[in-house]
């Protein structure tokens, strides 16, 4: 399956990088395959794929959930097994259905925390209007909805305003307002504190309202990397003819003069025309001492995952 | 991230939990039932505590403490405080925020032990309390006119407090491992029942679950060696499940 990394903006520095992951539960099969995750700094990263891909088990490798069986993580430019601690005080997450001290109050909740990560007191009343929590009083979070439930664990989240946030799925089991809350707030938290943001869900469309960054993940493998600019770009169907030349350099240079090609790896890509152009672009390549090895349309493995993902709509 | 931060988050998550008023309840019990019968049945137990009122009172509650109700209430203690994370689906929060392993599975197991140690002392207290209240309405009993041997006191919680530290590593280490606290249950229950019916048996010093209710007859015999065979057992076992418990967290491949 041919994967396209396609490297995002390279001014700002990874803030989480994983190298060749690979994880599987039992000897039947890998859950994960290969994956090299690149969250640049202040970007909101959404980390796209059908339930079951990998994106739970991606999320609990790089908060130490799991224990790591191949390959590394980087995380601040830091090797995570060597620098847990430091990395996840700068961390915030929510993983999953909400996990909270359910016969407490939510201010009993965030004093766990704010004992833990060591913040002022002051930060317990901020994060409650953040999220809109600010008069449960004396109620205890089994007497929460789901909604108030999944709020109270993303204001423990940004509790100690951690430079980068993890959030699996944050807006499943909210109704449309809570979704909206929930997008808007991700979106404010990235404008106007810089937090990177790494946020998982099974909903092409939800990512797109709010990503800068997308990764899509498919039963274990990443298929797609870039921002959303590529993915969009790559959405509209803009099929592609790829070719593989002995001299691709000198190719590009013939080629340039009619199509817009460019070179993307070992291969020459450009926009697939009808047949007879095919043949045309075939016969210009040999009449000029070229010899072409391979000459096809790209494949997409991205319509049908598409398709799935979009399907599955909420 | 020191080990007294670690200590107060899980101190403040047992607030209203189901374990604090275990302790509570569990400590209020036998001193309860102790109360109803010298209130009712004056003319039976004011004789039976006459000579040395509080030494008599006090070896009576700790007895029926001993025997059963103290295991019982290490073995659930043990399973709800870790179980306050499985219920609450919070392990994983919990093992994402900056603490170190260590502090993660001691400051659980501290708690767990001054759990213990505040039933310790409300029962104490509560036997008190029982005895001069009844006092107080019936002067046939002259606990009012007796101290408290408290150096006696003291002995008896101490060795108890040994006594038990073998049970509460074992069932620790369960309540970790098994996400449904029936398991950890029913293994301590099991365990416990049966060192009770093995009491007879020359190596039942060797049993942790008997450990309580060996102690108990040991300060009953007035022996006074500091630390008796089965109580270097308690600790002997406590130390290697702890370690064995601790390792067993490290190692996990799922953690939360």
């Known amino acids: 399956m041919p994967k396209r990394s396609l490297h995002s903006n390279k001014m700002n520095a990874p803030v989480i990088q994983t190298r060749d992951l690979d994880f599987s539960f039992s000897a039947a099969g890998k859950t994960l395959d290969n994956v090299n995750l690149v969250v640049p700094q202040g970007s909101i990263y959404g980390f796209l794929g059908p339930n079951g891909a990998g994106k739970t088990t991606t999320l609990r490798l790089l908060l130490g959930l799991l224990r790591m069986q191949k390959g590394g993580i980087e995380i601040f430019g830091k090797n995570f097994s060597q620098h847990r601690i430091d990395i996840l005080k700068r961390t915030g997450s929510l993983i999953e259905q909400p996990s909270l001290y359910l016969h407490l109050t939510a201010k009993e909740n965030l004093e766990i925390f704010r004992i833990i990560y060591g913040c002022s007191k002051s930060r317990i009343p901020d994060v409650l209007r953040v999220v ?173 995952l598409f398709i799935d993902i979009t399907s599955n709509d909420i | 991230m020191s080990f007294p931060i670690s200590l107060r988050a899980e101190i403040l998550k047992t607030r209203r939990s189901a374990a604090f008023w275990l302790s509570v309840i569990g400590a209020a019990f036998i001193p309860a039932i102790f109360f109803l019968m010298y209130f009712f049945k004056p003319g039976v137990f004011a004789q039976k505590v006459d000579n040395q009122p509080w030494k008599s009172h006090f070896t009576n509650g700790w007895q029926a403490l001993s025997i059963f109700m103290l295991p019982m209430f290490i073995i659930l203690t043990c399973s709800l405080i870790p179980q306050l994370e499985y219920k609450n689906n919070t392990w994983k929060q919990v093992f994402a925020s900056p603490q170190s392993l260590g502090n993660i599975f001691f400051s659980k197991f501290m708690t767990i032990h001054l759990m213990i140690l505040f039933c310790f002392f409300l029962f104490n207290l509560f036997m008190i309390v029982s005895a001069v209240t009844v006092n107080i309405f019936n002067k046939s009993y002259h606990f009012l006119d007796h101290t408290i041997d408290w150096s006696f006191l003291l002995r008896l919680n101490f060795k108890t407090y040994v006594s038990i530290l073998g049970i509460s590593a074992i069932q620790y280490w369960l309540s970790l491992r098994f996400k449904n606290f029936i398991a950890p249950i029913g293994i301590g229950l099991a365990l416990l029942i049966t060192s009770l019916i093995l009491m007879q048996w020359e190596h039942i010093y060797k049993i942790p679950y008997a450990h309580p209710l060996l102690t108990f007859l040991a300060i009953k015999k007035n022996e006074t060696s500091l630390l008796a065979n089965h109580e270097w057992n308690s600790i002997g076992y406590f130390i290697t499940f702890t370690a064995l418990a601790f390792a067993d967290m490290k190692y996990r491949k799922e953690r939360g």
């Open chain 1, 132 to 304: 809109g929590l600010e008069n449960t009083g004396r109620k205890k979070a089994k007497q929460f909805s789901l909604g108030m439930k999944q709020r109270l664990s993303i204001a423990i989240a940004l509790l100690h305003q951690p430079e980068l946030l993890i959030l699996d799925e944050p807006t499943n089991g909210l109704d449309p307002n809570g979704i909206i809350e929930t997008r808007e707030l991700i979106k404010k938290l990235n404008k106007e504190h810089n937090t990177t943001i790494l946020v998982s869900s099974h909903i092409l469309n939800e990512v797109e309202r709010m990503a800068t960054h997308v990764g899509i993940i498919h039963k274990g493998k990443m298929l797609f990397q870039g921002t959303l600019n590529e993915l969009q770009h790559m959405k509209t169907g803009q099929a592609a003819l790829e070719i593989e030349t002995n001299d691709n350099t000198k190719a590009i240079q013939l080629l340039r003069q009619q199509f817009s090609a460019k070179q993307q790896h070992e291969k020459i890509i450009l926009p697939l025309g009808d047949k007879q152009q095919t043949a045309a672009i075939n016969r210009l390549l040999v009449q000029h001492g070229i010899d072409v090895y391979a000459l096809h349309p790209q494949q997409n493995d991205l319509e049908q």
